[in-house]
Every structure is written in C-alpha cells, then in structure tokens.
C-alpha cells in the first residue's frame, strides 16, 4: 500500500527537521553522513522530494516540526521540565548510532536487502548485503543485517562471524551485540551468548531492552543446566576385578571355563558336565566361582591348570588329585572355592 498524502507529507517534515538539527548545532559535523543517509532513505521509502520547495511548504505550512511539536506539548500541558526530558534515550534505544562509512549505493543495497528479509528470502538478503558490504567495507549496520540472515537461513557460525567484526568495529551497536548473542546460543556457546546480551545492555543502557533481557534470560538458563548436566552422578558401574568379562547380571563368562575342560566338546577324555555338578562340592565351586569373578581369572591363570586345560584339549585324561593338590596355590584356590574364604577380594 502506497503511503498517503498525509504521510508523505510528514515524511517531508521529518526530512526538513533533521537537516535543520545540522544547521543549528542541535547535531555536530560529525552526525552529517548519517543524517543524510536518513534522510534519503525517508525520501525514498515515503516517495518523496526534499527538493521540491511547494511541496515542502505544502508539508510545513510555514512551521518547523519542532516548532509544531513545541505547540503540541503545550496543549498536552508537558511542563519545560518534561519536554526537556523528552530526548532522553528510552529502554531499547540506542544511546549513539553505530559508525558509517555508508554511501547512497550501498544504503539501497541494504534496503533492498531489508525488504528480501522481510519476504524470508534470506539468500537473496545476504547477496545484497554483500553487495553493500563491498561499497562500504566493514560497515557495522551491513555486517549485523547479514548476522541477521545468515541466522535466518541456519548458518549460525557465519552469523557469529560477522556479529563479532561488526562490534568489534563499534562496541557500542547493541543490536550487533544482540545477534551475536544468538547466533553464540545457536552453536551451543551459552556462556558466550550470556556475554554478548550482558554487553548489548550495557550499550542499550536503562537497563536494556526486553528483548535483549529474554535473550539473557535464556542464555542463563541454558548455562544452569549445563552445570547440572555436567555435575549429575554418572550412571552405576561395576568396577569390581573381572567385571570387564561379566555376562548378564554379573554372570561370569564361563567359555574360559569350558575350555579349560576341553572347549564343552565333551569326547577326548571330558567328564560329564551334569554328573559334575550334581556333585554337591563342584555345585558349591561353581556358585563361588560366580560370585567371585577375581577367584576365575587366578584360577585360568594357574600354569599347572592351564597345562591340564590343555591336555584335556588333546584328549588326555584327568590328572593324579593328589599330586594336583600338592601345589600349594591350588589347594589355597580349592578351599577358597570350596567356600572356605570365598569372598576374599571381592568388591576391590
């Protein structure tokens, strides 16, 4: 929708207003670029010309807009004390506008820009404020409204990018601070995010603005339970000797077992595993050995039952017990499993 006459004619106003502010020192030399930058971006948006004289004495009927604006005051009854008050930065404004080396080319680049935002055509934003970027280098609003896109379109890390080179030009553009902070949260920096809103505040001043305050808010919240993450108790593990080659439930793997006795084969001289365990005493061995998985790992480490292992696996037969038992080791490892010190060394 085009903008009505009424509009236009305010835009003309707004447009006389600022320049006036240059001429009678209200602004320094300093501030002329950028009041002229605003000043065409009005005149172009609002399809206006500040040239046309009738049409500006049209818009002012012979009154300043300040002047107006004073009339409009007084009729609301603001005392000169308020109205001195009235210029004051509100939450949310900007105390200073960030630096500009803008031209007339490179500020249409970014309005066209601005406009691709607005239609989410967030590549073809981006290609616009490249363009603009190429004009005026490292010019800060440029580099923050591609922040901007590139967090639109997903690209977070090129986001941070820009956002750090735009207020590390101007460390007091709160609104690059902004996008920093999140395109910093995007890539999972919350600390780096609570940093970049706490120092967009601080360059909002007054507190800062709600929006900036959400954004810190969050960042927090996220630094919070990360600290709760990384400080929960890690989930129960046995660190018990033998654990390692435990089966379900702290079963004890008992393939070394069977293939002591010969791989469960069961031919070559192999005894029979169920005439075996009906054997109360080789039941009360082979319950031990299950609660103890420490007392399995020596008993596969002896030499002299390793070698009948083997010979088992060859197909000899069992050896003399009594010469067996004479090794002091095994009648140590025979007793223990025989329950006589079972439980030695558990749970080391």
């Not at 404004?93 to 989410?120: F, H, I, Q």
């Not at 920096?189 to 706490?198: N, P, T």
């Not at 890690?234 to 033998?242: K, Y």
Request: hydrophobic content about 35%.
């Amino acid at each position: 929708m085009a903008p009505s006459e009424s509009k236009k004619r305010l835009a003309l106003a707004i447009i006389d207003f600022l320049g006036t502010s240059l001429k009678d020192g209200t602004l320094t030399a300093d501030d002329a670029e950028s009041i002229e930058i605003a000043q065409n971006c009005i005149a172009e948006t609002f399809k206006v010309d500040p040239s046309d004289k009738a049409a500006m004495e049209d818009a002012l009927g012979g009154q300043s807009l300040a002047t107006i604006y004073s009339v409009y005051e007084k009729l609301k009854g603001k005392t000169s004390g308020a109205a001195a008050g009235a210029g004051a930065p509100k939450s949310g404004e900007e105390t200073k506008p960030p630096k500009s080396n803008a031209t007339p080319e490179s500020d249409k680049l970014k309005s066209e820009g601005n406009a691709a935002m607005g239609r989410k055509e967030y590549d073809t934003a981006i290609k616009l404020y490249t363009q603009a970027l190429e004009i005026a280098p490292e010019n800060p609003i440029y580099l923050s409204n591609r922040a901007a896109a590139y967090s639109a379109s997903g690209q977070h890390a090129k986001a941070a990018a820009d956002a750090e080179l735009a207020v590390s030009i101007d460390p007091k553009y709160a609104r690059a601070w902004s996008r920093l902070g999140l395109a910093r949260y995007e890539l999972g920096d919350a600390k780096g995010a609570v940093e970049a809103y706490e120092k967009g505040i601080e360059a909002e001043g007054n507190g800062g603005s709600d929006a900036m305050k959400r954004g810190l808010e969050t960042a927090r919240r996220k630094v919070e339970e990360m600290k709760s993450a990384e400080s929960a108790p890690a989930e129960e593990v046995d660190n018990a000797s033998g654990s390692s080659r435990g089966g379900a439930g702290g079963m004890p793997d008992l393939s070394s077992l069977a293939g002591m006795f010969g791989g469960g084969r069961g031919g070559g001289g192999m005894p029979d595993l169920s005439s075996i365990m009906s054997n109360p005493m080789f039941a009360s061995m082979a319950q031990n050995l299950m609660n103890n998985p420490e007392m399995l790992n020596n008993l596969m480490s002896n030499p002299r039952l390793r070698q009948m292992a083997e010979n088992f696996s060859r197909g000899g037969g069992l050896p003399d017990m009594s010469t067996l038992m004479s090794d002091p080791s095994i009648a140590e490892m025979a007793r223990n499993m025989m329950g006589g010190g079972a439980g030695r060394g558990a749970g080391r």
